[in-house]
């Protein structure tokens, strides 16, 4: 199973441009990913994916793995940068037609495509995921709301959010086949 | 530090790898992780799973990273971005918008302009109108006059100024056949306010004053012949000033105009 990679992620906070390729293969996916599932629009997320990576580029000598995982400090500038365009007016735009609500329904609607994912076991996470699951990580994670802002959004109570975010990663775990 | 299995149990590695927990605990739990092979293969595990749970949510496949290559140099330093197509575009509206607003305003002030000609134009117009009225009118009243004299066997009395309006003329040209007398007043000043001219008819021995009527429709211009009834045999004929309405007999302290009939 795929560690960090440690050594990657020095040379790339080196600003060596190769590093930063096998950067952005790995992980550009996942973060289009996130940003789509704020955006709903894959135009404007194609926009934020690529402005994301620019900002990972030119702030690398921010990364402090003292603080988190390089994973998460990327997510953090997508999510920002996805939530920064929410206030645009191209996203008002597009926001009229726009039907997707949580991630979950992105999966079920996107068409097939070939990605680094097993289709087939994402799918069998929606669907046996509950929605509160569903939910649950759809603001945690994809949106990167604090777990009170959770339970404030799903009205439930704040221990529900953190014994249920805990067990829905572990099935998340199971499905996708991580170790 | 606490058994990794508890600390894993209290889910506080999810909210490490989303990021969202307060910036002093993401130091602290980095840092046990760091310490902790156990809860670093959590971590892992934990990242791994989102990382392709996201992935599915990708609306499509990424684009090439070459796209991006234009955002850095080969030597890896930071080319400052004229940041991404937006800008030119983005000058383009506003100057096609400054443009339009200054084209708009442009033909704003060319309209106000005609409007105004248009407005000046009308009003000139409207002068020579009320213009060519008056002299129309002035016309008429001076054919009425010339009719009047010209008429056959009307005798033509002057009327000469007497001590009150030492400038003051006036004339009466009486149709001795059919009763009527027009007076010509061009030469009496206007008549001051509440008072009018009126005219008499004089027998002389003994001088006898008969109105033959007041000049109420007084005009400015003084231009009008005014047609009164005379069935009189007249000898002289008189203007006298008196308060509005006419008087019984005449105020001679007030006497214009005076004039014998001659033929």
């Known amino acids: 199973m795929m560690t960090q990679p440690d050594a990657l992620i020095a040379r790339f906070l080196q600003k060596d441009a190769m590093s930063f390729e096998k950067i952005y293969e790995l992980y550009s996916e996942s973060l289009f990913g996130v940003i789509n599932s704020i955006l709903h629009d894959k135009e404007l997320s194609e926009e934020v994916l690529q402005d994301t990576f620019v900002k990972i580029w030119n702030n690398s000598d921010r990364y402090n793995p003292k603080k988190g995982r390089f994973f998460t400090w990327m997510l953090n500038i997508a999510r920002n940068s996805a939530i920064d365009k929410t206030r645009s007016k191209a996203f008002k735009n597009q926001r009229k037609n726009h039907t997707a609500e949580y991630f979950v329904d992105i999966l079920e609607a996107r068409g097939s495509f070939n990605t680094s994912v097993d289709a087939i076991g994402i799918q069998k996470f929606v669907d046996v995921l509950e929605p509160l699951c569903k939910k649950i990580i759809h603001f945690l994670f994809f949106k990167g709301y604090t777990q009170k802002e959770t339970a404030e959004e799903l009205e439930i109570p704040l221990g529900t959010v953190k014994t249920r975010n805990r067990i829905c990663i572990k099935k998340l775990r199971d499905i996708v086949g991580v170790e | ?263």
């Not at chain 2, 990382?51 to 400052?80: E, H, M, T």
């Not at chain 2, 991404?84 to 708009?104: D, F, M």
């Not at chain 2, 069935?231 to 007030?254: C, D, V």
Request: aromatic residues 6%; glycine residues 6%; without cysteine.
């Open chain 2, 1 to 263: 530090m606490k058994d990794p299995q508890t600390y894993i149990d209290s889910g506080v590695l999810e909210l490490f790898v989303y990021g969202t927990l307060p910036e002093e605990e993401m130091v602290e739990v980095a840092h046990i992780v760091a310490q902790n092979p156990v809860l670093l293969q959590e971590v892992v595990s934990i990242e791994n799973s989102l990382l392709k749970l996201a992935s599915a949510a990708a609306p499509a496949q990424v684009a090439d990273f070459s796209n991006l290559r234009k955002y850095i140099d080969v030597d890896g330093k930071v080319i400052p971005l004229s940041r991404k197509r937006t800008p030119i575009p983005t000058i383009i509206l506003w100057a096609a918008a400054i443009l339009l607003l200054a084209g708009v305003g442009y033909l704003y002030t060319e309209n106000s302009k005609l409007e105004n000609q248009l407005v000046d134009t009308e009003r000139e117009l409207l002068l020579q109108e009320s213009k060519t009225q008056v002299a129309e009118s002035d016309l008429q009243q001076t054919k009425d006059i010339l009719n009047v004299i010209r008429q056959q066997d009307l005798i033509a009395v002057p009327l000469g100024a007497q001590a009150v309006a030492p400038e003051a003329y006036a004339s009466v040209y009486w149709d001795q056949e059919n009763g009527k007398a027009y007076i010509d007043v061009k030469g009496l000043p206007e008549p001051p306010q509440g008072k009018v001219y009126q005219v008499w008819s004089l027998t002389l021995e003994p001088l006898t004053p008969t109105s033959l009527g007041i000049l109420d429709q007084y005009d400015v211009t003084g231009n009008q012949i005014f047609e009164l009834d005379n069935p009189n045999q007249s000898e002289a004929f008189g203007i006298t000033l008196e308060p509005a309405g006419g008087s019984e007999s005449p105020t001679l302290e007030q006497l214009y105009t005076l004039g014998v009939v001659t033929s």
